[in-house]
């Protein structure tokens, strides 16, 4: 029965390779086989000469890459089977019931052809009565008796098998029946009987086989007719030539007694839900595999009734999963409870893989029907996320703090080793871990990629939502879905701006790829102390999935740094505190300045060092976070002089040219700025080349007005000794032992020399 039934069943065919996979992403499954049809093909030939050059890396990726294409030519060719299946059993059954019409007009032929030869055989013995006057008396005698004796026997048969037939003793009619078969035959060979009597007995015969069968196909239709019974009188019908009938009727005995039963469940079951689920299910998987265990035991595997099987079993299940569907799934998509509907989804197909090892694969049936209000399930519950993480950010204090009891995730234990986040963070993480908790077994729908889809946008509203927390950027961001500016509590302070950087990074770097390893398919570990690692076919996808998280963090990351930098750079005025006259107008006084870094470069000093030592302790062991936020945020203020059109226009174009001490002292500002970030360990060498053209083109702006600016300006050394000193003086580490002795300069022995 496998074999009839494996065209359903799952497959796979073989594919072909070409010699790019961008290439192979542009053909059809048909295209890419058609290697294979050809009559000359020789594997060990094609393999070898596509794998003889590769290496053990480019093999690995040729074995993903087949894995892949193997999938995806099972289920074109699942797709192909269910979509013309319907087809090739309705052209089944329309051959199996022009064979039943052949045999009957076979029949048919035959008792006329028996009426013919009866009737010739009277007329021949009739003349022959009458012209052969020399037969004796003794030949009729005999011959009367021996007719008498058969008509006796005739007379017998039919009042046994009345008796049998109303006893109901179907086996002892059948043996009967045959004996009848037999006799007919044996008559019609020795011509022992009239031809009247031979069509008389072979028209009761017949007669009696219908009455049998008749009483048999009433005994079938009783609810209580099942089991061994069952199979018996299915078994008898198919022995008196109507087999087709005999399947149908237990087909149909089966599916009574489905109904039956769901009936009875329906009004006397109070569970709802997965339990409910459960119970109907089994009553329905039950009996179609009691009814293909029944057909195989009278049928075997013809092919026809193998067919016939299939075809009620899926309409039995596309009933089941309509009904479903509606007391179910739809209520449970609507309102966007997903583990109800993957809790019912998951039993069902529980019970359909069980059917598998029958040669009934159900399972597409369900997949077809099921789907479509899993992703609707999958979609709300990811919009609840969306709207749930809103109301929390609303009211989050942004204070850092370990996940309390209620917010923890289903099936983690979550204890005080767990990461510290903000309220709403906690709970945008809880609802995540539980979605993929849901949707992870559920591996047949095919909702891994739609699941990580969903949780990527989830997020990226969710960041938003942060990004709307730091103050004065709500204004430069567009609107979450174009439905207005969502309600958010301000981080004024640095320390709960970085909370809103720690909860964004650590979502992104930790807690979210941990969840979503749950969607991907895992590689078996070679040993106990190694973790299982991610299939090769996935591994890319999930890296890409990774890097979309981090764009999205580094939004926040920007916007938090763009903030800043404005709020060094512009007074609350509006007016621009780096403007070129902070250097210019300092070549106009006599005396020798007070050489010291400028104001806005102390205070971005100073607001690098508070970021620096809360980061310190927000980002334990996630330095590298903390590190590159310090770098872009100076990234960002020296970009933006690089970039100042207005600044470096008056500079190198103003009627005021830059002077040896404005050069000095952008010069130590520049020095200043790469040595406070090179001990912070946060110069970057884009920083570094940026500011080394800052540099140069302040030079070149000098140079420009004929004056040679290497002639007025110190030593390097003279540089960084200042620096230095002003890091220590605005850090509190300074130590000058004889304030007196000092000169007006803290660097006027080296200026002087």
Known sequence: MDSAFSSFSKGSFSSSLGDSAELEQNLTLSDRIKVFKSSQFNPDNYVTSKCQNMNEKEIKHLVAYLVDLKKASAEEMRISVYANYSAFIRTSKEISDLEGELLSMRNLLSTQATLVQSLAEGVRIGSLTSGDEDSTEEEMSNESKELSKTEKWLVEFMDTIEVLLAERRVDEALAALDEGDLIVEEANDRRTLSPAALLSLQSAITEQRQKLADQLAETMGQPSARGAELRSTVQALKKLGDGPRAHQLLLKSHEQKLQSNMQSFNTSCTSTGGAHTAALSHIVFGTIAQAATDSLAVFSEESAYASELVTWAVKQTQIFANLLKRQILAPSAASGSLRLAAECVQICLGHCYLLEARGLALSPVLLRIFKPYVEQALSANLKRI???????????????????????????????????????????????????????????????????????????????????????????????????????????????????????????????????????????????METPKIAPGRAPEQREWKKRLQRSVDRLRDSFCRQHALDLIFTEEGETRLHPQMYIGMDGNVEEPEWFPSPIYQELFAKLSQIASIATDMFVGRERFATVLLMRLTETVILWLSDD????????????????????????????????????????????QVIKNIIARAIDAVSATGLDPFRVLPEDDWFAEVAQIAIKMLTGKANFGNVEGDVTSPTASVYSQ
């Open 386 to 528: 969306e709207q749930s993480s809103a109301a929390f950010a609303a009211d989050d204090d942004w204070s850092l703090v370990y996940s309390p009891v209620g917010l923890r995730s289903m099936g983690s234990a979550m204890s005080l080793s767990s990461p510290k986040l903000s309220s709403s963070a906690h709970r945008f993480n809880s609802m995540v871990q539980e979605l993929v908790e849901d949707v992870g077994p559920l591996e047949s729908l095919q909702l891994d990629g739609a699941a990580l889809e969903g949780i990527l946008q989830v997020f990226n509203s969710y960041v938003s939502l942060l990004i709307n927390g730091v103050p004065g950027s709500m204004e430069n961001e567009e609107n979450l879905d174009g439905s207005g500016i969502k309600i958010v509590r301000m981080a004024e302070t640095e320390a709960q701006q970085l909370a809103l950087l720690a909860n964004a990074s650590l979502l992104a770097d930790e807690l979210l790829p941990r969840a979503a390893l749950k969607l991907f398919p895992l590689m078996q570990q070679t040993n106990k």
């Open 645 to 688: 059109q207005n600044f470096w226009g008056e500079i190198e174009e103003g009627p005021r040219p830059l002077g040896p001490f404005g050069l000095q002292q952008f010069y130590l500002d520049m020095e200043f700025v790469m040595l406070f970030s090179s001990q912070g360990r946060y110069l970057s060498r884009h920083l570094n």
